[in-house]
């Protein structure tokens, strides 16, 4: 197996459980077993747990970045690109339910740890929240791109913290539903742009 294969293996499993069990509860023995390498082995490629912190944290980076640009080839309407922002809430609607946003949970975690990482996850949110406000901006809304950006982060955190207590699907999409009639408002001028916003039950 080649070396760069075993460390995205190795980077992989790391992330997956990184939010399922918390970065401060998985240990290098959780993440070994996963990919089936000796301790010899898995320290060739990492010498410490903050190093593969920090390679998950890229690679959740990437992947993000990857996410957005398809979001961008594949909507014309900054409004639909917006709209699959939104719609992550029901794409990752299980494991949201299961084991909470995993940007968030997160970010919360190597806060609360202190961790100097902690800057470098935030970066996750920093994508969304540029990439929104260029959106909002390609919208009409210029003036208060930014803000509204921050606007539809805090609601989706906060249906994606509610879900995880309450594990309540109708209220996920009734929420997204309403996310996505509160961007239909957000429109400046509405007769100029005939571009419609569906609800999940449209």
Request: proline residues 3%; hydrophobic residues 45%.
């Amino acid at each position: 197996m080649a070396a760069a294969t075993t460390r995205l293996q190795i980077v992989e499993a790391a992330d997956e459980l990184f939010y399922k069990r918390g970065f401060e509860a998985t240990s290098f023995a959780d993440i070994a077993e996963v990919v089936g390498l000796s301790r010899g082995n898995f320290y060739y490629h990492f010498k410490t747990k903050d190093e593969i912190l920090d390679a998950v944290i890229a690679h959740r980076l990437s992947r993000t970045e990857a996410m957005l640009d398809a979001w961008e080839v594949g909507a014309e309407a900054p409004g639909e690109r917006i709209r699959n922002f939104i719609h992550i809430l029901i794409t990752n609607q299980t494991k949201i339910m299961a084991f909470g946003c995993p940007v968030g949970t997160l970010c919360n975690e190597l806060a609360k740890l202190d961790h100097t990482a902690r800057d470098e996850a935030a970066k996750l949110f920093t994508l969304f929240r540029d990439w929104l406000s260029r959106q909002f901006a390609a919208l009409g809304r210029e003036t208060d791109a930014d803000a509204l950006a921050m606007h539809i982060l805090m609601r989706s955190q906060g249906v994606a913290t509610l879900a995880t207590a309450f594990r309540d699907e109708a209220f996920v999409r009734r929420e997204v539903d309403n996310m996505c009639l509160w961007l239909a408002a957000q429109r400046p001028n509405p007769g100029d742009h005939p571009e419609s916003v569906p609800t999940q039950n449209s």
